[in-house]
């Protein structure tokens, strides 16, 4: 009956502040407890390159001045390491151009990728003089072969640029500044016959890349069409009526085999063509602009969809968001859509509007198709100037790219997003489901899926300090492991760990889709075989969170505790989830609070309790799902009363007697102490230290002012019998708060 009733009120609390929930994370874990392994080198910074080695069970770790071979099981065990320091020239001639020694005139590993033949291909900053190079791992060694070749337009000139690469086929395309000074941006192709964008702010207008992902279009396609590379990054837009300067996301694009224009367009990419990349956030003007993009496919290129993580340009906002793009919106946007073209308003203004005339034929920006050939225009060389002139002039498209559903898949308050990998999770029901993992600025990793349109975050991991932001994200399908990079550290972690569910309600609200509750082992696992009936003895809803199939569990045990009037009391209690609401009960009813009770996130404090506050007190959780409210009890108390009660008397007069007798012996070390700091004073003074002595003399003042909370201490200390520190300061006051059985805090220095 009552829990019934309490249920009906916490429905009503919890309703309301389902909106608010709906961004936090269902539970906050260390990287500890999601048995997770950390790697960091003493002395070497700037863990933000990575390529998986499945084949070799590696995990290459790019860094400042070196390369790491790392075990992909265990990253924490490094099996190689080469490093690529700069040499004194080069040092000297960066620091000479105004950078800064120390920290731009080093080399930083920025491109790493894996070749055909087992090689790497790797370039790095190298003190603002870009250079690439090839590396092997051979007979557990990783060796560079110091063929130092330009990286200029493969790799950044500056190290805290962002740039992008992919090597397909192998073929490198980079995009990144081709200068010193970063002014010059280019989408280079590095082939013998490099290919690269014009040098126009109409192509790249001060932009900042950020990835690059290869779509194998032309493989058994119908129209004998063309393999496409995309490039996702944030420029300042021409298309907008603005006095201050705008910048959106673009996704932009470029065929394969792009071979350039005969006369116009020399060498210079013909199928560079690009447009905005939308993610609507309500409430917000400026358009949000895009940190990362991770490419998902699921069968042929044209299961593939793009998510992104977004972040606000005003630093007004703290939204971030992730929204997810089909590649079949993309392609008809560039295959189909209108082109924007300048027009000139006033002397020196242009406006971007969309062009209405005619467009040539073969389309430009177009990949050279069956169509195109049949028409005789077999590579790009055989282009006419007519559609060359028209791309050159108007590389960006009219219509804007929407995500699936024209919504933003999460939008959160808090640190900002800032990379974003997915993986795929089969379900107990045969349903396949995409799992974000979502970087933050906080060096921490929301793990989130979508269940057609409700957004649940399953967990945010805490893999570095809250000041380390997340710099990559990797995933592993071979070992199901996440590998994330900060500047200072590297981090592992497994896509699920489903222990650490420790009851069949927490497995079962959690929604993870590798997890369920095995009913037969009592016990929260993996989801290893497919079971489309529900007739195992696994328990899981993703959809619904239905955990209604979960059994009854017993009562938890009471904890007996004796208390003393007029002390204070906090009866610990730890919610199992972020979405959970703690209630406390004291025989049978509801704890409200008062000065006497204080209703804690971890817990029920007792202030100067009365004779009154004896009891049973429970502890239950209580977690809403698909409208219904899931209790579950999470500690017992039974609370007596000390001193008045007989029988518990004898019980109790030792213990008082033995914190006297140890107060006694801290009282004397306090004076002891305090002794032995006038000695040092007098010590001081008569050294002669003169100009110390008002020092020392607030010193002394400060000691004397210790004295007081000193003593509390002692008799705090006491009940554990820990006279032994009795040279610690204020600190083992508070120390010695916390309980020793960690599920009771006394303050006993109300009792004497
Ligand atoms: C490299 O790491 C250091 C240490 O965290 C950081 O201060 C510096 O900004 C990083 N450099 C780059 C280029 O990211
Ligand atoms: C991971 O590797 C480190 C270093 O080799 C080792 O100390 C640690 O025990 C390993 N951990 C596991 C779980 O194997
Ligand atoms: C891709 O897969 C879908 C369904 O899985 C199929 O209908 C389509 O024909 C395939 N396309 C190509 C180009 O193979
Ligand atoms: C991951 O592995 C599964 C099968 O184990 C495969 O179907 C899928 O394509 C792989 N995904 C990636 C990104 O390699
Ligand atoms: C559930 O646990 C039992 C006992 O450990 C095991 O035999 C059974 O295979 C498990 N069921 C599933 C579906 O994993
Ligand atoms: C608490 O006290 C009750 C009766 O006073 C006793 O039955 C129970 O075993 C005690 N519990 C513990 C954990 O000591
Ligand atoms: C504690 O409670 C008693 C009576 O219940 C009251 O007389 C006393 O002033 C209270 N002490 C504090 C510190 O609030």
């Given at each position: 009956m009552l829990p019934f009733l309490v249920l009906c009120l916490w429905s009503l609390v919890l309703l309301t502040a389902e909106q608010v929930l709906d961004s936090t994370a269902r539970k906050t874990i260390s990287l500890h407890g999601n048995s997770g392994h950390l790697f960091r080198e003493e002395g070497v910074w700037n863990y933000s390159t990575m390529l998986l080695r499945e084949d070799l069970g590696l995990l290459i770790l790019g860094a400042r001045e070196a390369v790491f071979a790392l075990d992909l099981s265990n990253i924490t065990h490094k099996k190689a390491m080469v490093k690529w320091q700069v040499t004194q020239d080069m040092q000297?001639?960066?620091?000479?151009?105004?950078?800064?020694?120390?920290?731009?005139?080093?080399?930083?590993?920025?491109?790493?990728?894996?070749?055909?033949?087992?090689?790497?291909?790797?370039?790095?900053?190298?003190?603002?003089?870009?250079?690439?190079?090839?590396?092997?791992?051979?007979?557990?060694?990783?060796?560079?072969?110091?063929?130092?070749?330009?990286?200029?337009?493969?790799?950044?000139?500056?190290?805290?640029?962002?740039?992008?690469?992919?090597?397909?086929?192998?073929?490198?395309?980079?995009?990144?500044?081709?200068?010193?000074?970063?002014?010059?941006?280019?989408?280079?192709?590095?082939?013998?016959?490099?290919?690269?964008?014009?040098?126009?702010?109409?192509?790249?207008?001060?932009?900042?890349?950020?990835?690059?992902?290869?779509?194998?279009?032309?493989?058994?396609?119908?129209?004998?069409?063309?393999?496409?590379?995309?490039?996702?990054?944030?420029?300042?837009?021409?298309?907008?009526?603005?006095?201050?300067?705008?910048?959106?996301?673009?996704?932009?694009?470029?065929?394969?085999?792009?071979?350039?224009?005969?006369?116009?367009?020399?060498?210079?990419?013909?199928?560079?063509?690009?447009?905005?990349?939308?993610?609507?956030?309500?409430?917000?003007?400026?358009?949000?602009?895009?940190?990362?993009?991770?490419?998902?496919?699921?069968?042929?290129?044209?299961?593939?969809?793009?998510?992104?993580?977004?972040?606000?340009?005003?630093?007004?906002?703290?939204?971030?968001?992730?929204?997810?793009?089909?590649?079949?919106?993309?392609?008809?946007?560039?295959?189909?859509?209108?082109?924007?073209?300048?027009?000139?308003?006033?002397?020196?203004?242009?406006?971007?509007?969309?062009?209405?005339?005619?467009?040539?034929?073969?389309?430009?920006?177009?990949?050279?198709?069956?169509?195109?050939?049949?028409?005789?225009?077999?590579?790009?060389?055989?282009?006419?100037?007519?559609?060359?002139?028209?791309?050159?002039?108007?590389?960006?498209?009219?219509?804007?790219?929407?995500?699936?559903?024209?919504?933003?898949?999460?939008?959160?308050r808090g640190p900002a997003f800032t990379r974003i990998v997915v993986a795929s999770a089969t379900a107990l029901d045969g349903s396949s489901h995409q799992v974000m993992f979502i970087g933050t600025a906080s060096g921490s990793v929301l793990k989130v899926v979508n269940y057609d349109g409700d957004t649940v975050i399953i967990e945010e991991v805490q893999l570095f300090k809250l000041s380390e932001p997340v710099k990559i994200l990797r995933l592993s399908n071979a070992t199901s492991q996440l590998y994330a990079g900060s500047e200072v550290a590297a981090a592992q972690m497994p896509l699920s760990s489903c222990g650490h569910y420790s009851s069949c309600l927490d497995c079962v609200l959690a929604r993870d889709p590798y997890c369920g509750w095995n009913l037969t082992a009592n016990h929260c696992t993996a989801i290893s075989s497919i079971d489309p009936d529900g007739h195992s003895d696994v328990i899981q809803s993703l959809r619904d969170g239905d955990a209604t199939r979960c059994p009854s569990v017993e009562s938890v045990k009471a904890v007996n505790i004796t208390f003393h009037p007029g002390s204070t009391i906090k009866l610990l209690c730890e919610p199992g989830s972020n979405l959970a609401r703690m209630q406390w009960h004291v025989d049978q009813r509801p704890v409200i609070s008062s000065d006497t009770f204080q209703i804690l996130r971890d817990g029920l404090l007792i202030i100067n309790a009365s004779t009154e506050a004896s009891g049973l007190y429970t502890c239950s959780s209580v977690e809403s799902s698909n409208s219904r409210d899931y209790v579950s009890q999470n500690a017992v108390y039974e609370l007596r009363l000390g001193a008045s009660q007989s029988g518990e008397t004898s019980l109790l007069l030792p213990q008082v007697q033995k914190q006297q007798h140890t107060m006694v012996v801290l009282q004397v070390m306090v004076v002891l102490l305090s002794i032995m700091l006038v000695a040092l004073v007098m010590w001081n003074i008569y050294k002669g230290h003169f100009g110390f002595f008002p020092q020392c003399f607030s010193q002394g003042q400060g000691a004397q002012g210790a004295q007081e909370p000193l003593q509390v201490s002692c008799e705090n200390t006491s009940r554990e019998g820990n006279t032994s520190n009795n040279n610690h300061n204020r600190r083992a006051e508070f120390h010695s708060a916390q309980g020793k059985d960690s599920k009771i805090q006394q303050n006993t220095d109300q009792i004497l």
């Open positions: 000297d001639k960066c620091s000479h151009k105004g950078k800064d020694l120390e920290i731009e005139c080093q080399n930083y590993i920025r491109v790493l990728h894996k070749m055909a033949d087992g090689r790497m291909y790797v370039c790095g900053t190298n003190a603002f003089s870009p250079s690439c190079d090839y590396m092997s791992y051979t007979d557990g060694r990783l060796t560079l072969e110091n063929i130092h070749e330009d990286g200029k337009g493969k790799c950044p000139f500056d190290p805290f640029q962002r740039y992008a690469s992919a090597l397909v086929d192998g073929v490198l395309y980079s995009a990144t500044s081709i200068n010193f000074l970063g002014s010059e941006p280019v989408v280079m192709r590095s082939s013998t016959e490099s290919i690269r964008t014009d040098f126009k702010t109409s192509w790249l207008n001060e932009p900042n890349f950020v990835g690059m992902e290869h779509v194998a279009e032309g493989q058994q396609s119908p129209e004998g069409d063309d393999d496409k590379i995309y490039l996702f990054f944030s420029e300042t837009a021409v298309e907008y009526d603005s006095y201050s300067k705008v910048e959106v996301s673009r996704v932009a694009r470029v065929c394969k085999n792009d071979m350039g224009g005969q006369r116009t367009l020399q060498r210079k990419w013909t199928s560079f063509v690009k447009t905005r990349l939308d993610c609507p956030v309500p409430d917000t003007s400026l358009p949000f602009l895009i940190q990362d993009v991770f490419r998902f496919c699921s069968g042929n290129w044209t299961s593939c969809v793009f998510y992104a993580v977004f972040t606000p340009q005003a630093h007004t906002s703290q939204y971030s968001a992730v929204c997810a793009y089909e590649i079949a919106d993309i392609r008809q946007v560039f295959s189909m859509g209108k082109f924007k073209t300048p027009v000139p308003v006033e002397t020196s203004f242009v406006k971007w509007v969309m062009y209405s005339g005619e467009v040539p034929f073969p389309r430009p920006g177009a990949c050279i198709n069956n169509e195109a050939r049949d028409k005789g225009f077999s590579r790009t060389l055989d282009l006419p100037d007519r559609t060359l002139q028209f791309i050159r002039d108007r590389p960006l498209m009219d219509q804007a790219v929407q995500p699936i559903s024209d919504v933003a898949l999460l939008v959160r």
